[in-house]
């Protein structure tokens, strides 16, 4: 899933590792005109289509050959460690951000540091400061600063989508504060319908609590939680707030006490369906909406009265210390930086971090860009609640269906959650 961040892990079997080189040639088989590029988007993804697309550019303009292999991203993540540690290394392949992924990669020297490729082509021009984030590692692998180690070509983020059909019945409108926004859900549960789509189980009820608590918090907050640049209050206003408001939601019926057993596919199947009016959760649920809700209009706004949002850049663009052809990897990476492949993706539901916004055409897709751009240029963008340690995604969601539950108090599962929280952290930095 796009929203966590998981370990990969240095102890594979090699077996897995030759699984993933597959049969068609290593890289001691690539050639000075040959690209081997690895991703593991689907063809008539966003993504999928802008590189097939870059591909095809790349092949003209530079005369090489691409030597394309689609991998799962499961193949990817278990293998990751050994493969890029031997000659089987492509040139260049899609990869996961964050200290337990990228980070562990090039803390482990299996990365090559790209800063003076970023230098040469100009690619820290076009992505925001906190979409630069994920891109940088230091020497332990911790994201932030130190040296580029990758590049994202699209990003991702969290917003409201929300079925305008039953907001006009109820006569209802877009909210601007968060006040507001508590009306609409009042409003709702005043008629029997609970507002939001929700999932305990997995992520989006972990999204919406960490949401609550940026409304109250700044970018400092944000660094202190995600980079460790100082200690957590888990008793502080913007923790509190937020786990007392989703206790009292619940209370009020905005969100199922049911929720606590539910996936997020079962939300984002809620909203589909028409059983909830609002689902508060990310990007990559944009493209499946357009092509499977057919029975209300729907659209999309940010939550409201915030300065930050979670999301993020998108995976990234890395390139072996391995690879045989690094210069052809950041021609291809470069490629899929231009307008004309960056509208590709924009055109097809994904979110574009260097698009034109003239050649976004589709009307939801430029409401889901505006939004992304809009979080972007007030450094919105925060990341996600579970990134800090490779534990705290399963240990948040348990913590919250135990709130929704109401097993537990708002403090004791804040007193829960802060000690796993720092537990994990000082695993990562002592």
């Given at each position: 899933m796009k929203h966590t961040r998981t370990l990969a892990v240095a102890a594979s079997l090699a077996a897995a590792a030759l699984a993933l080189s597959g049969c068609s040639g290593g890289?001691?088989?690539?050639?000075?005109?040959?690209?081997?590029?690895?991703?593991?988007?689907?063809?008539?993804?966003?993504?999928?289509?802008?590189?097939?697309?870059?591909?095809?550019?790349?092949?003209?303009?530079t005369g090489a050959t691409v030597e394309f292999e689609e991998k799962s991203f499961e193949q990817i993540r278990s293998t990751a460690s050994q493969v890029l540690n031997s000659n089987e290394a492509p040139d260049l392949l899609?990869?996961?951000?964050?200290?337990?992924?990228?980070?562990?990669?090039?803390?482990?020297?299996?990365?090559?540091?790209?800063?003076?490729?970023?230098?040469?082509?100009?690619?820290?021009?076009?992505?925001?400061?906190?979409?630069?984030?994920?891109?940088?590692?230091?020497?332990?692998?911790?994201?932030?600063?130190?040296?580029?180690?990758?590049?994202?070509?699209?990003?991702?983020?969290?917003?409201v989508y929300y079925n305008k059909d039953a907001f006009a019945a109820a006569g209802l409108e877009v909210p601007t504060t968060l006040d507001e926004f508590e009306d609409v859900l009042a409003a709702f549960a005043a008629q029997g319908v609970t507002p939001l789509a929700e999932s305990a189980a997995e992520y989006p009820l972990g999204q919406l609590w960490y949401q609550l608590a940026l409304s109250k918090a700044d970018r400092q907050f944000v660094d202190d939680y995600q980079l460790y640049e100082n200690p957590v209050d888990w008793t502080g206003d913007e923790i509190s707030y937020a786990t007392e408001t989703v206790a009292d939601w619940t209370e009020k019926g905005y969100i199922s006490a049911d929720s606590s057993g539910l996936k997020a596919e079962d939300a984002g199947v809620g909203f589909i369906s028409g059983d909830y009016p609002i689902f508060f959760s990310g990007s990559w649920w944009y493209g499946r909406f357009a092509s499977e809700i057919s029975d209300f209009e729907?659209?999309?706004?940010?939550?409201?009265?915030?300065?930050?949002?979670?999301g993020s850049a998108g995976n990234m663009w890395v390139v072996p210390e391995q690879a045989k052809n690094k210069e052809l990897a950041y021609q291809f990476?470069?490629?899929?930086?231009?307008?004309?492949?960056?509208?590709?993706?924009?055109?097809?539901?994904?979110?574009?971090?260097?698009?034109?916004?003239?050649?976004?055409?589709?009307?939801?897709?430029?409401?889901?860009?505006?939004?992304?751009?809009?979080?972007?240029?007030?450094?919105?963008?925060?990341?996600?609640p579970d990134w800090p340690?490779?534990?705290?995604?399963?240990?948040?969601?348990?913590?919250?269906?135990?709130?929704?539950?109401?097993?537990?108090?708002?403090?004791?599962?804040?007193?829960?959650?802060?000690?796993?929280?720092?537990?994990g952290v000082e695993d990562i930095v002592g």
């Open positions: 890289g001691s088989g690539a050639d000075d005109n040959t690209l081997r590029l690895w991703h593991y988007e689907g063809a008539d993804s966003a993504m999928g289509k802008a590189w097939d697309e870059a591909i095809k550019v790349f092949e003209e303009e899609e990869y996961n951000k964050g200290n337990a992924t990228a980070g562990l990669l090039s803390s482990q020297g299996l990365l090559t540091p790209l800063d003076d490729a970023v230098e040469e082509y100009g690619w820290d021009d076009q992505l925001a400061p906190s979409l630069q984030t994920t891109a940088k590692y230091d020497e332990d692998g911790i994201m932030g600063s130190g040296s580029w180690y990758g590049v994202p070509n699209y990003g991702e983020f969290v917003e729907w659209g999309t706004f940010l939550f409201p009265e915030t300065e930050l949002s979670p990476i470069d490629i899929t930086m231009r307008p004309e492949i960056q509208a590709i993706l924009g055109n097809n539901g994904g979110v574009p971090v260097a698009a034109d916004a003239a050649d976004i055409t589709d009307p939801k897709s430029q409401e889901l860009i505006a939004n992304f751009n809009a979080l972007t240029e007030k450094d919105g963008i925060a990341f996600y340690t490779p534990t705290f995604y399963d240990e948040l969601n348990a913590g919250l269906q135990e709130l929704v539950n109401g097993t537990k108090s708002p403090a004791d599962v804040q007193q829960q959650l802060g000690e796993q929280y720092q537990a």
